[in-house]
């Protein structure tokens, strides 16, 4: 009987260590995809010296990135402006249904011959 138990034990610890293993992976692969959503939208901004909106949604809509926030701001320089892209991730904890939100942000190189003066300008906050 007391080997049932004892195999019982060590069949719920590798239980434990396995599910957090999975947990570990599933944050892992969900933080690269959205470093590499960012990552694109910074080459298209530098590809078409600007914002362009409409491509940047397509993108989105084709991949898989199911998260509506995204953001691309101007920061004006004396040498030509460059734009800040701010991606967000979330982790949700199932047990306590908490969510947890952070911020991924990148910078274009400046941009000397962007004629672009729409885009809303970075609140550095």
């Not at 969900?30 to 590499?36: I, L, P």
């Not at 409409?54 to 040498?79: F, G, Q």
């Not at 908490?98 to 906050?125: A, H, P």
């Amino acid at each position: 009987m007391r080997e049932a138990s004892g195999s019982t034990l060590l069949l719920q610890i590798m239980m434990v260590f396995i599910s957090i293993y999975i947990a570990f992976m599933a944050v892992t692969i969900n933080y690269s995809k959205t470093f590499r959503v960012k990552n694109r939208i910074i080459s298209m901004i530098e590809k078409n010296e600007g914002p362009d909106l409409t491509k940047i949604s397509d993108y989105l809509n084709n991949t898989a990135y199911y998260h509506n926030d995204w953001d691309v701001c101007r920061e004006p320089t004396s040498r030509g402006p460059y734009y800040q892209v701010t991606t967000y991730v979330d982790f949700k904890i199932p047990l306590t249904n908490n969510k947890l939100k952070f911020k991924i942000k990148g910078e274009t190189k400046v941009l000397y011959s962007s004629r672009d003066n729409k885009s809303k300008t970075c609140n550095n906050s």
